[in-house]
């Protein structure tokens, strides 16, 4: 019986504000307007020099290295790797890969697949051969490239592996999570023995993990039919096929040489020590810690998880007030709040002290669970202490000046109401409740209302 024998070369854009070798803003969004972020150095622009290389691109590297368990390097220079493209006007793309050089990383594990290296790079420009343009903007943005081992058995393996490890990357706000992952894909058929039965093959440019487990299946059954040679090809989504693009490059092709403009990136222990101590507890760990130390069962564990802000909140909410009964206020209104706006927990400014003492106020029955989900509402963007803006008022003495003034303002309805309209005596009741935000005692104010119109 043939098995599938396959490995990932996986891209995933860093999150830094700025470009990899110039100070240009790295904007990663679609439909953005074209070549509005770019200078000299990331245009190829003849005599253009390299900037030394973003700090915080490399600190980022080194995280996800870490978080991959591998080694990290300590001496790494940077490499140029030839290629004539449009979208590469300076003739070559800085890079840590290829040959002769010095991964980031290397001899990782993830999730029980081998990594067998890490590298930082530039991104090339984009070219759109229909129209013969070329945007700038992704030019010189820093991409990260991880490499796996040929370890994958199927395409559902792929499919699984690729989302935790996305997930993984997102708790620690390395990569840019809108932008995707793409990915190279090497595929071969091998028997029970592990003997090959087909040549690899390299499939380029897959721009979705969805892409990536139908080009593998594509590609399992084709060469399970018509056998291989070593080539690269790619993957027309629209048509779920793979076509061929070349013969297999040899890394000689690229004249790969180390760039004389650019300095080698110098790591040191310290350096290396403090970006892994960045590094945050992992999702598997927190379903854990969810499942076990909260009692929180598996479908909201997974659901909390999902956001490494959200769980994090619900961690320290849950170790003030008892986290089943947090859980709710979390996961179901909390997220629609933030749904509403439009929001993501980073994007506002909710404290920890305010969330917990609303679902206290909520707990020892001091305001209802409907005025605790109206106040939440008013959290966004900015929380407040809902004890004192927000608390039921039940005090007469607080309430009669702002009745009497209602009074004072609706004469009118009043002598409608002592002429025997009752619906009278409801609107007088909604004014109250607007004037003082919802928050007055309903029985208190018809009580009152009642006393000091008799009066
Ligand atoms: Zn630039």
Not at 244 to 273: G, T
Not at 279 to 304: F, G, T
Not at 375 to 387: A, T
Request: proline letters at 4%; hydrophobic letters at 35%.
């Amino acid at each position: 019986m043939v098995k599938l024998k396959c490995g990932l070369e996986i891209h995933a854009y860093l999150l830094t504000n700025e470009k990899l070798f110039c100070r240009c803003k790295a904007s990663r969004e679609r439909g953005l307007e074209s070549n509005i972020n770019i200078c000299p150095t990331c245009t190829g622009q003849p005599g253009a020099k390299p900037m030394s290389p973003n700090l915080n691109a490399v600190e980022k590297a080194v995280q996800i290295a870490s978080m991959l368990g591998c080694k990290v390097n300590s001496n790494l220079p940077w490499m140029r790797k030839h290629y004539d493209w449009p979208d590469l006007p300076k003739g070559y793309q800085n890079t840590m890969s290829g040959a002769h050089a010095v991964p980031l990383g290397i001899n990782g594990k993830f999730e029980n697949i081998n990594i067998e290296s890490m590298h930082l790079e530039e991104d090339p420009a984009a070219w759109d051969p229909k129209t013969g343009e070329t945007d700038y903007n992704r030019s010189g943005l820093p991409l990260v490239e991880i490499v796996t081992a040929p370890e994958f058995k199927s395409a559902d393996e792929v499919y699984h592996w690729v989302n935790k490890l996305v997930h993984a990357l997102n708790y620690l706000k390395a990569v840019d999570s809108n932008a995707g992952v793409k990915a190279d894909v090497n595929v071969s058929l091998i028997d029970d023995s592990g003997k090959q039965k087909t040549e690899r093959v390299e499939v380029k440019n897959i721009t979705s993990i969805d892409a990536m487990k139908a080009a593998i299946i594509y590609e399992f059954e084709r060469q399970s039919k018509e056998g291989s040679i070593r080539e690269t090809r790619r993957y027309d989504e629209s048509k779920g096929i793979t076509m061929r693009m070349r013969s297999k490059e040899k890394e000689d092709d690229y004249r790969f040489i180390e760039d004389p403009d650019l300095m080698s990136v110098e790591l040191n222990k310290n350096f290396i020590d403090n970006q892994r101590k960045l590094i945050p507890e992992l999702p598997s760990v927190k379903l854990e810690k969810l499942i076990k130390k909260y009692k929180i069962d598996a479908k909201n564990a997974a659901i909390l998880a999902r956001d490494v802000d959200i769980v994090e909140f619900f961690e320290k909410v849950g170790d003030k007030i008892d986290g089943k009964f947090a859980l709710p206020w979390i996961t179901v209104e909390l997220l629609r709040v933030l749904n509403y706006n439009n929001k993501k927990l980073n994007d506002v400014s909710i404290s920890v002290e305010h969330f917990t003492k609303l679902l206290h106020m909520v707990k020892d029955k001091k305001i209802t669970e409907l005025q605790a989900k109206q106040i939440l509402n008013k959290f966004v963007p900015q929380s407040f202490d809902p004890s004192k803006t927000e608390g039921k008022i039940e005090s007469e003495k607080e309430l009669e000046p702002i009745i009497k003034k209602i009074l004072k303002e609706h004469e009118k309805v009043v002598i409608d109401y002592i002429n025997g309209d009752v619906k009278s005596f409801n609107y007088l009741i909604g004014e109250v409740m607007r004037a003082t935000n919802r928050r007055a005692d309903s029985n208190i104010v018809r009580k009152l209302l009642d006393k000091l119109i008799k009066k």
